[in-house]
């Protein structure tokens, strides 16, 4: 079987976490005996004039590659972007179309994003089968563009690599509360310093570790000073995705405070794979796998002292308790195992193509 695969997201060597679920995505795949013809924008533009060229090959390929229909199938991931070029093919698509999306490609939030998405929802409506991260995701697509959920297949996000997200054997001096993300508006990070400095006028002790980057770093920074957090707060700024294993295992909980309808939220399943339960926001697909009191806790979207509540429930909890929380942390995780789910996806693919 061989796809045409389309994305406006690639990893390049300058840019190697650009675009990166999309290659991991293709290299689980051929491990399940499917081959790819690849076309694709690697890497960011450098400068308005190298943006322009990157879109106009992508354009020029994407033309070219459709008209040849020497594969069993397009599969476009970035549904909003990737799909401009298939305005222009749109006669000589005669193979499956099947549309990956992701959340920031469905929920825009700038007028030229809502007139690119206006402009392709045609084409959406008009796909064999869209794939999206979680059950939540596809009440999303179901609501938003009026399309059968008997099109839409859940499959989530690629899943994890459990062989590199698992525990290891770090002994916790003190109770660590941690966070992995943008350090971004809606992300919650400012919702979890005000938390801490509520449990910090308790008398509570523990640590937080802050691992992340983004537009907001200076006001990270700023608010940790003005609370006079410096003394527990650890912020070592982004780090590759390989090194977060090391991280998550420092951990005894995991924060995961947004407020933004995710459309999935792998970090939070990372963190559980490593045997970490998770408190985290009560929105979008959060709720599909944080399950309260079994493998963590859910708390009211940018709710400070429902967070702290819910931090201080776990840190006076006694050693049993939390192992429960840990094992089912761990045991929610492997459900969402990368080679499962290339497996089921990939059977999903093939036996799409021998329907047709």
Not at 229 to 257: C, D, R, W
């Amino acid at each position: 079987m061989k796809i045409l695969l389309i994305s406006n997201m690639y990893p390049s060597k300058e840019t190697p976490f650009f675009g990166t679920f999309v290659k991991n995505f293709r290299e689980r795949l051929e491990d399940e005996n499917i081959t790819f013809k690849l076309v694709v924008i690697k890497g960011k533009g450098t400068s308005k004039l190298d943006k322009i060229k990157k879109y106009f090959n992508f354009f020029k390929n994407t033309i070219s590659k459709v008209k040849v229909d020497n594969y069993d199938m397009i599969y476009v991931h970035y549904i909003s972007h990737s799909l401009l070029p298939l305005l222009l093919v749109q006669r000589y698509i005669k193979k499956p179309l099947v549309l990956n999306a992701h959340g920031s490609d469905i929920f825009v939030n700038n007028r030229i994003g809502g007139f690119i998405q206006k402009l392709v929802t045609p084409i959406i409506k008009k796909a064999d089968m869209i794939v999206v991260p979680s059950d939540y995701f596809q009440d999303v697509i179901y609501t938003k563009f009026n399309i059968s959920k008997e099109r839409i297949f859940v499959s989530p996000s690629g899943g994890i690599d459990t062989n590199l997200f698992k525990p290891q054997e770090i002994k916790k001096e003190i109770f660590t509360i941690g966070y992995v993300s943008r350090i971004d508006k809606g992300k919650g990070w400012d919702t979890l310093l005000d938390a801490v400095n509520s449990l910090m006028s308790e008398g509570v002790t523990f640590r937080v570790l802050i691992i992340g980057g983004g537009a907001e770093e200076k006001s990270l920074l700023q608010k940790i000073e003005d609370l006079e957090l410096k003394n527990i707060v650890e912020f070592v700024g982004p780090k590759p995705h390989n090194e977060l294993v090391s991280y998550f295992n420092q951990m005894s909980i995991f924060a995961f405070t947004t407020r933004l309808a995710e459309s999935l939220g792998l970090v939070g399943l990372e963190a559980m794979a490593c045997s970490v339960p998770v408190v985290g926001s009560n929105i979008g697909a959060l709720p599909s796998y944080i399950k309260d009191n079994i493998n963590g806790k859910l708390f009211e979207v940018g709710n400070a002292e429902a967070l702290a509540n819910n931090i201080e429930h776990f840190i006076n909890m006694n050693e049993k308790e939390l192992q429960m929380y840990k094992n089912n942390a761990l045991k929610t995780a492997i459900l969402y195992d990368s080679k499962i789910v290339a497996k089921i996806l990939s059977s999903k693919l093939k036996g799409f193509i021998d329907e047709k």
